[in-house]
C-alpha cells in the first residue's frame, strides 16, 4: 500500500495482511495516521455524529433552529500536539470533510454559544456581543488515576481488569441516580480510550442547565468533605442517611465486601490496614484492630481471605455508638465514584468525542452499555490496527452497507444508533412539536382575543 493510495480513500482496501503485521511492528500500539485516515475513511460514523449534534434540528421541522448545530464548537488536536479550536460546521458532508482531510489525533465537542464560535471575533468587533456559551450537555468525567491511593494492582494510566469495576461501579452508582433522582433519559456512558468513563446528559433539560445549577448537581454527587490534609475522605455524619447515599451503600456495600477487598487486598499488609484505621475516628478502637493485626496472622482455620476476616472483626468493633457510620464511610472511602468536578461545573470545558481513536492505546471511546457495564472489558476493545485487519480480511464489497458492520466497532456503532440517538431524536421532535404547538396556540388565541 503506497501512501497516495491511503490519500485518495479509495484503493485502500489493498492492505494486505503481512502489510499490517510489519506496520504493526513498527507503530506498537497500532497507531498511525495513514491508519486513522483510513479509519476516519470508512469506519467514523460521521453522519450519526453530526445528528446528534443537530438534537434535531435538520430543518425539516418549522419549529427547527437553523443555526443551533452551526454555533457548536468542535476541537481539534492535530499531530504534535497542535490545538484548532472553535470550529463549527453546518452541514453532516462539511463535518466529514474536514475530519478526513484534517485528520485529527483527537475531536473534542465544545459547548453551543449563542454565535457561531468560527466568527466570534467578528461578531464581538460588529458591536457588544458577548461570545458565550449559551447549552451543553451535562457531562461526568471519571479516570481512574484518581483511584491510586485505593488501588494496588496498576497506577497512573495503566488499568487491568482487577481495578476496572471500580468504573463500573460508578458508572452504576452516577447513572442510576441521573434517571431515579434527575429523572434524565439520555445518558451516554463512553470508554476514554485508556483510564476512564465519560458521561454525556444530553436531555433538553440537562443541555439548558447554567453553571449554577451544574454546580449545584456536582454538590448532590459530592460525599468527599475532607481536605487534602484529612485522612478522612468521606463524612455521613446525618444520623439518616440521604436516600441518594443510601441506595449507592446498598451498591457500594456488597461491591467492596465481595469484589475490592480481596482484589486489592485492602488489608494485606500493614501499610494498607494503616490506611483503614486511620478512617476510625475511635482512637483506641483503632489501636486495638493494629494491635491484633501487627501480630503475625494466623492461618484462618475456615480457610477465609485474610482481608475478609479483618474486615468482618472491623466491623464487630464497628457497632459502638458513634461508630455506627463508620463501616459505610470507609466503603465509600473506597469505592464511591470520583468525579472530576470542573469539568462537570462548567459549560465551556471540552470533553472529547465517542469514536475518536486513543492515541496512545489505539482503542476506540466506544459507547458502554450502563445496563451491561460489568460485561464491558477495557482490554478487548477494538483497536484502530485489529479493525483495519477486520476490513482488509473481509475483502471488498459491492454492496453499500455500513463498512463498520465488516468490523468489531459495528456492534458499538448500532448500540449508539439504536439505544441511544434515536430515542433521544425522537424526543428532540417530539419536544420540537409541543413548543411549537404551543406557540401556534398562543398566537391563535392572542389573535381572538
Ligand atoms: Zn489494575
Redesign the pocket.
Known amino acids: 500500500m503506497t501512501k497516495e493510495e491511503v490519500g485518495d480513500g479509495r484503493d485502500d482496501m489493498d492492505v494486505d495482511r503481512d502489510e499490517i503485521e510489519v506496520r504493526q511492528g513498527i507503530v506498537e500500539l497500532g497507531f498511525d495516521t495513514n491508519y486513522l485516515k483510513l479509519y476516519y475513511g470508512k469506519l467514523f460514523p460521521h453522519a450519526e455524529m453530526f445528528k446528534w449534534m443537530s438534537y434535531g434540528n435538520d430543518g425539516k421541522h418549522p419549529a427547527c433552529d437553523q443555526s443551533y448545530i452551526g454555533r457548536r464548537e468542535f476541537s481539534f488536536t492535530l499531530e504534535n500536539d497542535i490545538y484548532v479550536r472553535f470550529q463549527s460546521f453546518n452541514s453532516a458532508v462539511e463535518l466529514e470533510n474536514s475530519i478526513k482531510e484534517k485528520c485529527p489525533f483527537k475531536i473534542d465537542i465544545g459547548p453551543v454559544y449563542n454565535v457561531d464560535p468560527a466568527k466570534r471575533h467578528a461578531y464581538a468587533q460588529a458591536g457588544d456581543n458577548v461570545f458565550t456559551p449559551v447549552e451543553r450537555e451535562l457531562i461526568f468525567d471519571i479516570d ?1 488515576t484518581d483511584y491510586d491511593d485505593v ?4 497506577s497512573g494510566a ?7 469495576p471500580l468504573m463500573t461501579i460508578a458508572i452504576k452508582v452516577i447513572d442510576t441516580s441521573l434517571r431515579d433522582d434527575f429523572g434524565f433519559n439520555h445518558i451516554l456512558w463512553v470508554y476514554s480510550g485508556r483510564r476512564g468513563v465519560h458521561c454525556w446528559v444530553c436531555d433538553g433539560r440537562a443541555r439548558r442547565l447554567t453553571n449554577e445549577q451544574r454546580a449545584a448537581i456536582t454538590d448532590y454527587f459530592c460525599v468527599y468533605k475532607g481536605n487534602d490534609n484529612s485522612h478522612k475522605k468521606v463524612s455521613l455524619t446525618a444520623t439518616a442517611l440521604h436516600p441518594f447515599l443510601e441506595r449507592s451503600s446498598k451498591v457500594l456495600t456488597p461491591f467492596f465486601e465481595e469484589k475490592l477487598l480481596h482484589s486489592q487486598n485492602l488489608f494485606a499488609s500493614e501499610e494498607r490496614f494503616e490506611k483503614v484505621l486511620e478512617l476510625i475516628p475511635d482512637e483506641s478502637v483503632a489501636a486495638q484492630l493494629r494491635g491484633e493485626w501487627q501480630v503475625k496472622p494466623r492461618s484462618s482455620t475456615s480457610g477465609e481471605d485474610l482481608n475478609v476476616v479483618r474486615w468482618k472483626r472491623l466491623k464487630t468493633k464497628m457497632k459502638a455508638p458513634g461508630l455506627r457510620r463508620c463501616c459505610e464511610e470507609i466503603v465509600f472511602s473506597y469505592a464511591y465514584p470520583r468525579l472530576d468536578l470542573e469539568v462537570t461545573k462548567h459549560m465551556n470545558h471540552l470533553l472529547k468525542a465517542p469514536f475518536c481513536v486513543h492515541p496512545k492505546t489505539g482503542r476506540v471511546c466506544v459507547p458502554i452499555d450502563p445496563d451491561r457495564c460489568e460485561e464491558f472489558d477495557p482490554t478487548t476493545v477494538p483497536t484502530l490496527s485489529t479493525l483495519l485487519e477486520e476490513l482488509n480480511r473481509e475483502g471488498l464489497r459491492d454492496d453499500t452497507e455500513n463498512e463498520w458492520d465488516r468490523t468489531s466497532l459495528g456492534k458499538s456503532i448500532s448500540f449508539f444508533t439504536s439505544s441511544f440517538l434515536q430515542p433521544l431524536l425522537k424526543s428532540c421532535k417530539e419536544e420540537m412539536e409541543s413548543s411549537y404547538n404551543a406557540k401556534v396556540q398562543q398566537s391563535k388565541n392572542s389573535l381572538s382575543w
Open positions: 481512574i488501588r494496588y494492582c496498576c495503566d488499568v487491568c481488569l482487577e481495578c476496572w
